[in-house]
């Protein structure tokens, strides 16, 4: 026997304990209720992921499952959010029993390791499409923005960028002799949570990498009014991606490429000493407009976008 929208939700959604002492009350009224502490402000963000858009048809429901909820901690990871509580939407074009077990795995898993609640969503029939919205605590007047970077600021990243970019080209046909992490990187990101929180006070603008490394610093520039010179000798890329640049010539695709999901985020000299997570210097705010990149001892301008639906 097929099952309904509301035993659906009770066998897949509702197993999960509350981690949270904010959370007073989650699936199973019309609305979830969530106190939130008066020296705290709530973040809160969306992504939407649509099948042969943002993943293959037929792609690892597991993976789904944790890449959609890690998109999200991303964001708010980026804003120095703690995780807190998110809601989930599934538009499923059957009811598979099979991929609802591996997808809530996938899920459920990630949200345990980061102690987050699945406080409500929604379901409802048509074209695979995974929506989740999540929420965040941060103290009133210490948010990670985009608009507030300096010129003299370093520029940083939390990690190697270019390996989803990698994965994908992977899963397109490219052979790489060490497919593993970037295939991991793409199908399964950790989003950098302990990262943004460990950002608080020090940086002076933060942004999530979930759409290539050039494209999203070039959000700061914009909303900072500022520029950028980023060091092509100091980017963090890895042995697969050196590999993939040397065999293609593609020597833009770590900056462009989406889906790293790492921190890139500016520090003013004075409090770069005090960094105490892993990263790694790439670059430093100017204050003429624009991007630039030095790449073999020549700085030019470098335009790219972030990845941009309708366009």
């Known amino acids: 026997m097929a099952l309904s929208e ?83 939407a599934l538009t499923l074009p059957a009811v598979d029993e099979t991929w609802l077990t591996a997808f809530t795995r996938g899920f459920l898993t990630l949200a345990e390791r980061h102690q987050v609640d699945l406080i409500g969503g929604d379901t409802t029939s048509g074209p695979l499409t995974l929506t989740v919205q999540a929420m965040g605590l941060v103290p009133k007047g210490q948010a990670l923005k985009r608009s507030t970077a300096r010129a003299g600021d370093f520029i940083f990243v939390t990690g190697p960028i270019g390996d989803a970019g990698l994965g994908l080209r992977i899963k397109q046909g490219y052979a790489s002799s060490r497919p593993d992490e970037a295939l991991r990187r793409f199908n399964r990101p950790d989003p950098a949570c302990a990262a943004g929180l460990a950002l608080r006070g020090l940086a002076t603008s933060c942004i999530d990498v979930s759409d290539g490394l050039a494209g999203d610093l070039s959000h700061i520039l914009e909303q900072s009014g500022v520029g950028a010179c980023l060091e092509w000798d100091s980017l963090p890329l890895s042995d697969a991606v050196r590999e993939y640049l040397q065999d293609t010539g593609d020597w833009s695709m770590p900056l462009v490429a989406g889906d790293d999901y790492e921190l890139c985020f500016t520090v003013s000299p004075e409090k770069a000493p005090l960094l105490a997570l892993p990263c790694r210097k790439i670059g430093i705010i100017e204050p003429e407009p624009g991007l630039r990149l030095n790449k073999d001892g020549t700085i030019k301008p470098f335009k790219a976008k972030a990845y941009e639906h309708f366009s």
Do not use: W, Y
Request: aromatic content about 6%; proline content about 5%.
């Open 6 to 88: 509301f035993s659906l939700i009770d066998r897949f959604f509702t197993r999960q304990r509350v981690n949270n002492p904010t959370t007073r009350l989650g699936i199973g009224d019309d609305c979830a209720l969530l106190a939130v502490p008066e020296d705290c402000e709530l973040a809160v963000t969306m992504d939407t992921m649509v099948e042969n858009v943002h993943f293959f048809a037929g792609a690892d429901p597991e993976q789904l499952g944790h890449k959609i909820l890690a998109v999200n901690l991303s964001d708010l990871a980026g804003m120095g959010a703690k995780p807190l509580s998110v809601t989930l």
